[in-house]
């Protein structure tokens, strides 16, 4: 089997799938591929996502909601950067992105590309938007 290095997001607060649809509906050519749940008998509440695998405009992500609560959550020092196709494609991302997120960067041209947006999701996920 072919190594593949999978983007894998450990949610704390049971909201892995929430964050998963979200992202789905979100970019373009994308769906959920595959979704296993705790039980009645696991860790955390029946039917929380286990591990789940998405597909996010052709690039494959996973996620859990976490059993344990870790004293570490997501950082903006690692991110998902996301080169947009045009001027509409950035707004549109930055906009829903942003919603009850924390802006770090506004969209703007910051002299290393024609506009740029960085931030944190609702969900605590860093998101980085470029347009060449």
Known sequence: MKQQIITFLTFQENNAEQAMNFYVALFDNSKIIDIQR???DGPVKEGAIMKATFDLNGRTFMCSDSPPVHAW??????SNYVECEDEAEIDRLFLKLSD???V???PDNYG?????GWVIDQFGVSWQLNLQ
């Open 38 to 40: 705790w039980g009645k």
């Open 73 to 78: 959550t997501f950082t903006p020092a690692v």
């Open 100 to 102: 009850n997120g924390t």
């Open 112 to 116: 290393f590309s024609q506009k740029f």
């Open 104 to 106: 770090t960067m506004p």
